[in-house]
């Protein structure tokens, strides 16, 4: 019925589980309400459920494969399974405390991505930031925070770059505003490091950077910061990510994700090379 990528998450086996569902439901012509029904539940549920926005109870993905006329016990078991892998709780759930949900969210995916593209105006990328950066950024943003959650939210992020270490890890491909780059957060020192930090991470195979300079001037995504994340199973969607000051918006739409794909393109073309990009690094270093 579906493959399930070494190394995928709690996350993308939830949206996988939910595609499946709905697959299901629809090749039978059962609404969700009349789905709903069947397990005690609304139609919202049943929406919830096939987006792989909330956990699945085995009850309930029973009752809806008799629904759906799945009686085949090895399709059935294979199903009952995931059940169990997408309800585990992922690495970072000791950390929900300081992660807001539509945060946890991200988190997943990104563990699960196979590429990840983002576009940065503000800040390095957070997969990318040396622990003096990123305590400095954080310590920026959670005014009145007591040190010890400061450190956690440190520890939270560095954690989260092991995802680009290993022989799963994504592809991971950034554009850095050159304005993030001589933001001399954490002071010159801090950035010094955090800039020799992206040199070094130039000799990753699965790392590639570019800045978007200044000598540029305007350019397609003035609109701000934005990330794109592409799944090794065909099931799953690409899905753009844009994070907002209090939460954040998660597009799987194919025009929406065509749409940031095209201001990625553009953004990779009028960018440095990643040899200029170590040039301009260099430069920086200098000019700090």
């Not at 086996?13 to 709903?36: C, F, M, P, W, Y």
């Not at 109870?57 to 169990?84: F, W």
């Not at 592809?171 to 957060?185: G, K, M, N, S, T």
């Not at 801090?190 to 991470?201: A, F, K, S, T």
């Amino acid at each position: 019925m579906m493959q399930i990528q070494p190394g995928s998450g709690p996350t993308a086996l939830r949206i996988l589980l939910g595609s499946q569902l709905r697959r299901l439901r629809e090749n039978k012509g059962i609404t969700r309400e009349e789905a709903g029904q069947t397990i005690r539940g609304s139609e919202s549920k049943i929406s919830r459920m096939e987006l792989g926005r909330v956990g699945f109870k085995e009850r309930d993905v029973a009752d809806l494969l008799s629904l759906y006329g799945v009686e085949d016990e090895e399709t059935r078991t294979v199903v009952m399974d995931l059940v169990e892998k997408a309800n585990e709780p992922g690495w970072w759930h000791r950390f929900s405390d300081l992660l807001p949900s539509w945060f946890q969210a991200y988190v997943g995916l990104e563990e699960a991505a196979q590429r990840i593209r983002t576009y940065e105006v503000q800040f390095v990328p957070g997969l990318l930031q040396t622990k003096e950066y990123a305590r400095a950024v954080i310590t920026a943003g959670a005014v009145g925070a007591a040190p010890e959650e400061i450190s956690r939210r440190v520890d939270l992020r560095l954690e989260r770059q092991s995802v680009l270490d290993g022989d799963n890890s994504p592809r991971f491909w950034a554009v850095i505003d050159e304005a993030a780059l001589r933001r001399p957060i954490g002071g010159v020192e801090v950035m010094r490091g955090q800039i020799q930090h992206l040199v070094d991470l130039m000799n990753q195979p699965n790392i590639t950077i570019q800045v978007m300079p200044f000598s540029y001037g305007g350019h397609a995504a003035e609109g701000g910061a934005f990330s794109i994340l592409r799944f090794g199973d065909p099931e799953l969607p690409d899905i753009v990510y844009v994070e907002q000051l209090a939460s954040a918006l998660y597009l799987d739409k194919r025009d929406e994700v065509d749409r940031y794909s095209e201001v990625m393109e553009r953004l990779c073309a009028v960018s440095t090379t990643p040899v200029e990009t170590v040039d301009l690094l260099q430069q920086i270093m200098t000019d700090l």
